[in-house]
């Protein structure tokens, strides 16, 4: 589903990837762990395409060259990134904002738009199912919200978006420990054989309840281990001090 | 008929048509004799004439303000036409089936209901094309509840009583320049008057149209809520693209009694201009309400997305006491367009309470001044004031300034003023196309949030409208 061949990313001249391979298949989760500053979100933005990077080799989606393509064509194709940080957008409804945003990826794939009343229902259904509380999707996108609740949010759009491929930056930063089970329980419950996960943290913490088929250590720019869900554990124990 | 010579380089403004349509014409420049014209052709009494004549003399002796952020070149008044109008509407039309086809066919390119077939809709229509009022809708329906609701050229020959005692009550024939102007050679406009303790079941509207060229629209619209009623009225404009520049000075004046309110609501699309700042209207309009009532209450909501200079200040003068005045205002300037724009709020009465909400945006190369005054009399014991101005900036080439003038003359009453100036946020921007959205369905998404306190003063089907009118105006401003 993504091959990544010889990435390098820049910023301003300083090199922050300095060659990544990865390959994800369908139906595999991966995740990508790594110290502060190793380039770990600069990946996830390189792969939703957003601006100011200076890139070389290439990343291929479904086996197309992605070089060229924007974000929201990115998005409708079907990556999803799930923010460290999401945004707060005052005055925009939160439903709304999930309504524009779901008729905007379906009609890309070819879809019929939702109407309101149908929206209402899938989202209720959906929000339930991770436990939110409805009465936030009725508040301004994230104004106000608590980080939990932010991050929270971000998985329910995943899942209504059904992405084929959904990047988590951090999404277990700074959660407590149901939040982070609302988020695992998020991914666990999307996850077929037709989506794959890139999963990217910090800590082991998340990785107890997503268990994950390739663990990739990133360090300086580069993928310099890969080993299945118990190089994770080891990391957890000895740091990564031992990798560099 | 002089041929038009219109610009299609602004294929945003999707009301750049004219229409071809035989006028009749005052004759060009500014005189005695023009205003004799405009006052015999509407069959005004005496009084009226010499009202006029009352302002024109007082012209001679006014100068043009000059105090104004956005500059432009000499008016030349005797290059003006002054009143323009369909030569089938000179002879009023009794009712619909009277009006020129032509101008029906306009009304409907523009989505005006002007038929009351479409009466489902609520909304009755007092349509302005040039200088002269169209059609009154729903008449029938509201004389049963003894609401006026009729051309001001109509209502000084069938209500001459009303339109004296209250025309140049608010805004006196000798306040301004463009204001006195108005007050000599005004041609048509809306008027307006509810009975003591009616509201008013429909939304009133009035469109506003300038179609013939070299003409200036100068109109008049006098609104009265007598005790104890309630009114809202919202006007809307367009005008054809043209690459001369209109003059559009319009006076409007409301007058609230004991317990009555009045809630009027603009929105404002005169063509813009092209993208580089050939043509547009200078709309240089004069807005005042008196609260004259104790508890009355006028709540002012605009939403400028067009011309090219825009330059008012809907104010209310709060004299009753316990009466309110409430100002919401979206400005959108984009490339070369200009705004200077705000309210005044004068407190008079006691336990006065003032509200001003103001949402600037600039894109492209254009410039959006907030100007508003907060002055509080001594009389004014426990009045209130609450001002919030918001600027939102695209780019690096526009400006936004907001320019608060604060009087106060009163240790009882409380002033709070908050601003701020922001920049669209590129991490919301990219949020929002991670989600899908392209860029300018990003920014309509930012800016109507950004505008939300505002557009919801609006009446429902006209935050719809104002919600897209948002979002065109900023077409390509970003990326």
Redesign the interface.
């Known amino acids: 589903m993504l091959e990544i061949k010889e990435l390098i990313t820049k910023v301003n001249e300083k090199s922050i990837l300095n060659g990544v391979n990865l390959n994800i298949k369908a139906g595999e989760v991966h995740a990508i762990m790594g110290p502060n500053g190793s380039g770990k979100s600069t990946l996830a933005n390189v792969l939703?395409?957003?601006?100011g990077y200076q890139i070389s080799g290439s990343i291929k989606f479904n086996g197309e060259d992605l070089t060229e393509v924007?974000?929201?064509e990115r998005?409708?194709k079907g990556i999803?990134?799930a923010?460290q940080y999401?945004?707060e957008?005052?005055?925009?409804n939160t439903n709304n904002?999930l309504k524009?945003?779901l008729n905007?990826?379906r009609k890309?794939r070819g879809e019929k738009e939702l109407d309101t009343l149908t929206f209402l229902k899938l989202v209720k259904e959906k929000s339930s199912e991770l436990g939110i509380d409805e009465k936030f999707l009725s508040r301004?996108?994230n104004v106000g919200f608590s980080g939990g609740e932010k991050k929270k949010n971000e998985i329910l759009?995943m899942k209504l978006?059904e992405p084929k491929l959904s990047v988590l930056d951090e999404t277990d930063s700074g959660l407590d420990i149901d939040a982070l089970r609302i988020v695992a329980d998020g991914v666990n419950s999307s996850k077929t054989k037709n989506n794959a996960f890139l999963i990217i943290t910090h800590y082991q913490r998340l990785l107890d309840y997503i268990k994950p088929d390739f663990v990739h250590v990133l360090s300086k720019g580069r993928i310099v281990k890969t080993g299945n869900s118990e190089l994770g554990e080891e990391l957890e124990k000895s740091g990564y001090a031992n990798l560099q | 008929m002089k041929t038009q010579k219109d610009i299609n380089t602004n294929q945003e403004y999707k009301y750049g048509f004219s229409t071809d349509i035989e006028n009749i014409r005052s004759p060009r420049g500014l005189n005695e004799d023009t205003i004799k014209f405009i006052s015999n052709i509407k069959k005004e009494p005496k009084w009226m004439l010499e009202w006029r004549l009352k302002a024109f003399n007082r012209l001679k002796v006014l100068k043009e303000p000059n105090w104004q952020k956005p500059k432009y070149p000499k008016i030349n008044y005797q290059d003006l036409y002054y009143y323009s109008a369909p030569k089938s509407a000179s002879e009023k039309p009794k009712s619909l089936d009277d009006v020129d086809p032509k101008l029906i066919e306009t009304y409907k390119k523009l989505g005006i209901p002007l038929t009351e077939q479409k009466r489902l809709t609520g909304v009755a229509v007092d349509a302005v094309f040039d200088s002269v009022s169209v059609a009154t809708t729903f008449k029938d329906e509201l004389t049963k509840k003894g609401i006026i609701f009729c051309s001001i050229s109509e209502a000084i020959i069938e209500h001459p009583d009303l339109v004296k005692k209250y025309i140049g009550s608010v805004i006196p024939i000798s306040d301004h320049y463009f204001a006195t102007l108005n007050s000599a050679v005004f041609t048509d406009g809306s008027f307006v008057y509810i009975p003591p303790n009616v509201k008013c079941p429909m939304e009133l509207s009035t469109y506003f149209r300038i179609n013939a060229s070299e003409t200036g629209q100068f109109e008049r619209t006098l609104i009265i809520a007598d005790k104890g009623s309630y009114v809202s009225y919202l006007e809307g404009c367009t005008a054809p693209m043209r690459d001369e520049n209109q003059l559009h000075a319009a006076n409007v004046e409301l007058i609230a009694l004991d317990d009555a309110e009045i809630k009027y609501s603009t929105v404002q699309n005169w063509y813009p201009g092209d993208k580089n700042g050939v043509g547009g209207i200078y709309n240089f309009v004069t807005k005042r309400g008196a609260c004259r009532g104790k508890n009355s209450k006028i709540s002012w909501t605009q939403v400028e997305t067009g011309s090219a200079i825009t330059w008012k200040y809907p104010s209310c003068i709060l004299q009753g006491d316990n009466s309110v005045g409430e100002f919401y205002s979206i400005a959108i300037t984009n490339n070369h367009q200009k705004a200077d724009t705000g309210t005044k709020m004068i407190h008079l009465g006691k336990n006065t309470k003032s509200k001003i909400i103001s949402k600037g945006i600039s894109a492209g190369s254009a410039d959006n001044t907030y100007r508003g005054l907060v002055d509080i009399n001594e009389k004014a014991k426990n009045s209130r004031n609450y001002t919030q101005c918001d600027s939102l900036l695209m780019g690096n080439k526009c400006g936004a300034h907001t320019v608060p003038y604060i009087k106060n003359k009163n240790s009882s009453s409380t002033i709070e003023h908050e601003a701020t100036t922001t920049k669209i946020n590129e991490e919301q921007l990219f949020y929002c196309n991670q989600r899908g959205l392209n860029q300018e369905e990003a920014v309509s998404l930012i800016v109507n949030g950004f505008c939300k306190e505002v557009l919801q003063q609006l009446p429902m089907e006209f935050a719809v409208e104002a919600q897209k009118l948002v979002a065109i105006s900023l077409e390509g401003s970003v990326g």
């Open positions: 939703s395409g957003k601006n924007s974000i929201e998005a409708q999803f990134l923010f999401p945004l957008i005052p005055g925009v904002f524009t945003s905007t990826v890309a301004q996108l759009q978006l």
